[in-house]
């Protein structure tokens, strides 16, 4: 069975990854996390619960971008790492750059001269579709329609770190592959993301924190579709970067209807200003992942009524979960 490592295992895709491999018994997984306060980690400690029962899963408490942190994973004879710990979000990274140099730039660097040193052969770095901007109505392309200098300090301290990866492990023969997710949404998903919040005030009849009039749009992708396309990822040799999301896009003003179809519910709305940088819309081209045979095929409905099944199986501890933050009024 094959050893993979997996950083930000506590945190929304990695958990769904683990999740996934331990229960097909396709893989032994150490999962690595700092447990970080990007948002509560109440959510966190509950997916980790989730995965500590099964004996193919490990879990360390590190920070990456700590050097000494490696020296509590040395030796472990890792296939593949996929690197999922980062510190997303666009409107905040501008209120404290230095975190997501760390959390971003620097700890994908380090882990660049981790997977050097133990001379593993597949490196899978996340990506975001954030580098892109805003598209327009047209598809995105990898290696081409990226934005020079890139859109935010997020965007960037992803950049950096992928950039950093490829000239460290440059001639090692490491395989680097760089799958790039859009919007992406499910069970166990982020409570600073709209599906989940939009789930979570109307069934519990609160406020719904609107930015805009609701009708940008986003190519939501499901959490199943993204970690088919990163098991498609594991069998090819193939480098470079791949784009991961939906290239059906939808406004969240449709979603928010979808959403109330489904409690029986009619949601009340606060708007709010455009929050600061948010895009109108990105599209991915997908042709490099359709080559591998891979294409999104989760309708938006069903994505999102699957996500509600789950909201409500675990009402009772969303009870506890913070969906609103400090920058938030
Ligand atoms: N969710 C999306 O829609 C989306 C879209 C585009 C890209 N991505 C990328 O996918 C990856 C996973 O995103 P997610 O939505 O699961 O985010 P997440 O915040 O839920 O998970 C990331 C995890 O990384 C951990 N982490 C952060 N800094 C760390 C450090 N220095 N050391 C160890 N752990 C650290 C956090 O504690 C968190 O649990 C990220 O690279 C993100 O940039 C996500």
Known sequence: MKKIL?????????????KN???????????VDSLNNAYDNNLKKLRLKDLDSSENFR?????????????????EKIDIV???????????????????????????????????????????????????????ESAMKENHDEKYPPPS???????SGELMAKTILDGTGTCIQIPRFFTVYGPFGRPDMS???????????????????????????????VIKGLKTLFLTEESGIFNIGSDKTVSLNKVISIIESELNKKSKIDYQPRAFKDVDVV????????????????????????????????????????FKFEYEK
């Open 6 to 18: 997996i950083t930000g295992s506590a945190g929304f895709i990695g958990y769904n990854l683990a």
């Open 21 to 31: 491999l331990i229960q097909n018994k396709e893989a032994k997984v150490l999962g």
């Open 59 to 75: 879990f360390k408490n590190l920070d990456l971008s700590n050097q000494d942190s490696y020296k509590e994973i040395e030796g």
């Open 82 to 136: 996929v690197h999922l710990a980062a510190r997303a979000g666009v409107r905040q990274s501008f209120r404290d750059p230095k975190k997501y140099i760390l959390d971003n730039t620097v700890s994908t660097a380090n882990l660049a001269e981790y997977v050097k040193k133990e001379e593993i052969k597949k490196f899978l770095i996340a990506s975001t579709s954030s580098v892109y901007g805003d598209s327009g």
């Open 153 to 159: 300090v997020y965007a960037t301290s992803k950049i």
């Open 195 to 225: 599906i989940l919040r939009f789930i979570h005030w109307i069934y519990s009849d609160t406020e719904i924190l609107l930015y805009g009039d609701g009708h940008q749009k986003r190519s939501f992708t499901y959490i199943d579709d």
């Open 283 to 322: 599209i991915p081209n997908l042709d490099r992942m359709n080559q591998l045979n891979w294409k999104p095929t989760t309708s938006i409905e069903i994505g999102v009524s699957e996500t509600i099944k789950w909201y409500l199986k675990y009402v009772n501890e969303m009870k506890d979960i913070k």
